[in-house]
């Protein structure tokens, strides 16, 4: 699956022929590159750009792994082969590892923020992905050290406000979720309200969502919680308004989670190049 999504990137990319490197570069001509940081981040998709370039039998040697916090100047990889082959991908190869090092340094710089203010909440991506892209962003959020949450809509039941709306309220919702859901499936609801955050925990959900709610309006909901001895039955998730300017202040209500979506829908990409070393001609077989 991989490998076809990264010639469908390829062929977009590349649609009948890279023109200008067909015209440039002789077809013997073999070329030695490094992949390079132009700035500080923690690095992600190194298995995936590896795949690519060894589609097109060319020669990558990580000089990293995914996961390590690298400075400006460091070479990431090294590739050889044919100099239309590496050209042709340079783009697609750098779009890659740009957006998922923004994501994976996004979610590490925030699990930091919680970890270094003695905090035990987990950060979590959303589905708030480019589509095409769902894989390689929440792949880059896991390798920064958050969750993936939910990648696709069935690996777990999540209760919404259209749904809630739709069934005629929470109970009735969670009801009809039950007549089909297998045991090894979580039940989660989201909630605009204590109200509501009371009758999901109430009405057994495994994870309730606090939704857009006001520092405020969580510090009471989780209150209610506490003392309808309710707060150690259910994992409470808080979505919806989270920056890096408020995420300690959210996290210091103790919830379990804290999801954002920001972490792959506003990804900064981080600054990568592909620098040819030197050049040299593919040696004919006798």
């Excluded at 699990?111 to 979590?124: E, F, T």
């Amino acid at each position: 699956m991989l490998k076809k999504k990264l010639l469908e990137f390829l062929a977009e990319d590349i649609g009948s022929g890279d023109i200008t490197s067909n015209a440039v570069i002789p077809e013997e001509t073999m070329i030695q590159a490094q992949i390079i940081a132009k700035e500080s981040f923690v690095v992600a998709g190194i298995y995936e750009v590896e795949t690519l370039f060894r589609t097109l039998n060319v020669t990558f040697k990580a000089k990293v792994k995914d996961g390590d916090e690298v400075c400006k100047g460091t070479v990431i990889a090294e590739v050889e082969g044919h100099g239309r082959s590496i050209l042709s991908a340079e783009r697609t190869a750098l779009n890659i590892l740009m957006r998922m090092c923004g994501i994976a340094t996004a979610s590490r710089n925030m699990a930091k923020m919680i970890q270094n203010a003695g905090l035990k909440v987990r950060i979590a991506a959303t589905r708030k992905t480019a589509p095409g892209l769902r894989y390689f962003d929440k792949r880059a959020v896991m390798i920064g050290g958050g969750n993936t949450h939910r990648v696709r809509l069935d690996d777990a039941f999540l209760i919404k406000d259209n749904h809630i709306k739709v069934a005629g309220g929470v109970r009735e919702a969670l009801q009809r979720v039950r007549a089909t859901a297998s045991f090894s499936k979580k039940i989660e609801v989201e909630a605009k309200t204590k109200e509501e955050a009371i009758q999901a925990a109430t009405l057994g959900a495994d994870i309730v969502m606090l939704d857009n709610m006001t520092l405020e309006k969580v510090r009471e909901t989780m209150k209610a919680l506490n003392a309808q001895n309710l707060r150690d039955k259910v994992l409470v998730e808080i979505s919806g308004g989270i920056t890096r300017e408020n995420l300690l202040d959210y996290a210091r209500l103790k919830p379990d989670i804290i999801s954002l979506g920001s972490l792959t829908h506003s990804v900064k990409a981080v600054d990568i190049s592909l620098e040819v070393v030197s050049t040299f001609r593919e040696k004919q077989s006798l």
